[in-house]
């Protein structure tokens, strides 16, 4: 079950962590190496114990274990590291990414946000819980009113009364959290020294 609830903002801003990938690396006997990445995009892994600093903080982490059952149910997540289709400083525009271009029938395209360095590949990452109320439209340059299309909040889908025109390019600024779930069943506490640090809460995130 996914639910719809934010892990608490302030414990998740002192939380330590961030993007993680998986690489299978083979060392031949000349001591060459043969590296293989396994994911074409991360999974972000944090321990939110470190965010934990007052009573109140850790009361409402309880909360949360217990609604979310352990690893059993997930929910979003902000990485304050990551969270907006711009750069942090700024604010989303609605021309911050392009996410297709029309061709004359399709009504639905899916939030994407893109990656580069100089002139390397770019990588394409796929938002599917943009935050509401942040997301604007744009249509080759021009900027969507919010009754000329619908937000899925839980997808990151846009859908169109009509579709777009052939070739039109269909852009996007927004913030946004991530899926993600507990990866403990188990949350034990001392009340003497948990302010310290002394306990492990790892949360991971869930692909879609």
């Excluded at 939110?48 to 274990?65: H, P």
């Excluded at 169109?160 to 039109?168: E, M």
Aim: glycine fraction near 8%; charge should be negative; include cysteine.
């Amino acid at each position: 079950m996914f639910i719809n609830e934010r892990f608490p903002e302030d414990i998740g801003y002192g939380s330590s962590g961030g993007p993680a990938y998986n690489t299978s690396v083979v060392v031949a006997r000349s001591g060459k190496e043969q590296r293989n990445a396994n994911w074409s995009f991360p999974r972000c892994e944090f321990d939110v114990a470190s965010g934990v600093k007052e009573m109140d903080e850790l009361e409402r982490l309880l909360d949360m274990f217990h609604i979310a059952v352990g690893k059993a149910h997930t929910f979003r997540f902000k990485d304050h590291s990551d969270y907006k289709s711009c750069k942090l400083a700024n604010d989303p525009n609605f021309d911050d990414q392009q996410i297709g271009a029309g061709d004359g029938s399709t009504k639905v395209f899916q939030l994407y946000k893109i990656y580069t360095f100089g002139t390397y590949t770019r990588r394409s990452r796929k938002i599917t819980k943009p935050v509401i109320g942040t997301v604007s439209i744009g249509i080759d340059g021009t900027e969507q009113p919010t009754s000329n299309y619908s937000v899925d909040y839980t997808t990151g889908e846009i859908t169109f009364d009509s579709a777009p025109s052939y070739g039109a390019k269909v852009t996007a600024g927004y913030e946004f959290d991530v899926e993600a779930r507990f990866d403990t069943d188990s949350l034990p506490i001392n009340l003497e020294d948990y302010n310290n640090g002394s306990v492990d809460v790892p949360v991971i995130e869930v692909k879609r």
